[in-house]
T-cell receptor, first 116, second 112 residues
């Protein structure tokens, strides 16, 4: 059974046209993450939520925003996509902070974003 | 600066053979090390998590080792199968919070 669900799996948007990617989880986890992964590169953390507390990585562009209206859902908004934003976007969840080693991190299947 | 280096970058082996992937890290203070398998076009799936006190952990045909003194880890795959073809990512966490440092991955291809 899918535990971290991402929709859509493939998204095509035009240069500069706002786009929203969605993630939902059935695990009731406290922490939700958004990663950007470009071809043949490791995932790069954009931001994460611990419950309602939003934590932005220092080098995440302002063009990327996120919303978490409730425990189950988290959204990634790209306000003005550029060609360089074409990538796989991965959502992940964990029950608690991964720094302790106690909590597994579960990834969704990803949304592949194409910018034309 | 926290870094995780993986080698080799890519590897081709024949079905049924064993292989070992390497991970060196400079993350400090160290908390735990994770190995993930990522199939093409999919999200990573956890294989193992090891904390400071653990030096080996197995998950089926996958065995991870950790040497916290030399800051090295390896992932050994036994009797490889075609379905093992994927990228294997080493991720190290510090204990200062929620920081995960990802390695660049090793792309493994298993050929019949």
């Amino acid at each position: 059974d899918a535990m971290v669900i991402q929709n859509p799996r493939y998204q095509v948007t035009q240069f500069g046209k706002p786009v929203t990617l969605s993630c939902s989880q059935t695990l009731n986890h406290n922490v939700m993450y958004w990663y950007q992964q470009k071809s043949s590169q490791a995932p790069k953390l954009l931001f994460h939520y611990y419950d309602k507390d939003f934590n932005n990585e220092a080098d995440t562009p302002d063009n990327f925003q996120s919303r978490r209206p409730n425990t189950s859902f988290c959204f990634l908004d790209i306000r003005s996509p550029g060609l360089g934003d074409a990538a796989m976007y991965l959502c992940a969840t964990s029950a608690g902070m991964t720094g302790t080693g106690r909590y597994e991190q579960y990834f969704g299947p990803g949304t592949r974003l194409t910018v034309t | 600066k926290n870094q995780v280096e993986q080698s080799p970058q890519s590897l081709i082996i024949l079905e049924g053979k064993n292989c070992t992937l390497q991970c060196n890290y400079t993350v400090s203070p160290f908390s735990n090390l994770r190995w993930y398998k990522q199939d093409t076009g999919r999200g990573p799936v956890s294989l193992t998590i090891m904390t400071f006190s653990e030096n080996t952990k197995s998950n089926g045909r996958y065995t991870a080792t950790l040497d916290a003194d030399t800051k090295q880890s390896s992932l050994h795959i036994t009797a490889s199968q075609l379905s093992d073809s994927a990228s294997y990512i080493c991720v190290v966490s510090d204990n200062a919070g929620n920081m995960l440092t990802f390695g660049g991955g090793t792309r493994l291809m298993v050929k019949p």
